[in-house]
Nanobody, 122 residues
Framework: QVQLVESGGGSVQAGGSLRLSCEASGRTFSRSVMGWFRQGPGKEREFVAIIGWTGGSSYVANSVKGRFTISRDNAKNTVYLQMNSLKPEDTAVYYC???????????????WGQGTQVTVSS
């Protein structure tokens, strides 16, 4: 069992930065692939970023490439999403999730956090 708690969301102006954190409980965190997803108002949930067990492998969606970075600290059971150059279209609830496999599909993740709101104003 893995429990996930996101933090770090908030309101920011376009061009600003935020760092989201997702703290996990459970002994399997270090063996879990971690992902970030988001759901904007009136939109479907979409993949944002993924990172492998050791942090050596990662991938971000084209829509955030060059602006967002995913990282993890297994000693702290935490995964991060550094978001720079934020745009109004990044406004969404951001969720972290844990999976046993490398996948961009949300339905293949086993555990989800409660989400944290990010609002970017123009």
């Amino acid at each position: 069992q893995v429990q996930l708690v996101e933090s770090g969301g908030g309101s920011v102006q376009a061009g600003g930065s935020l760092r989201l954190s997702c703290e996990a409980s459970g002994r399997t965190f270090s063996r879990s692939v971690m992902g970030w997803f988001r759901q904007g108002p009136g939109k479907e949930r979409e993949f944002v970023a993924i990172i492998g067990w050791t942090g050596g492998s990662s991938y971000v969606a084209n829509s955030v490439k060059g602006r967002f970075t995913i990282s993890r600290d297994n000693a702290k059971n935490t995964v991060y999403l550094q978001m720079n150059s934020l745009k109004p279209e990044d406004t969404a609830v951001y969720y972290c999730a844990a999976s046993r496999q490398w996948t961009l599909r949300g339905d293949e993740y086993d555990y989800w956090g409660q989400g944290t709101q990010v609002t970017v104003s123009s």
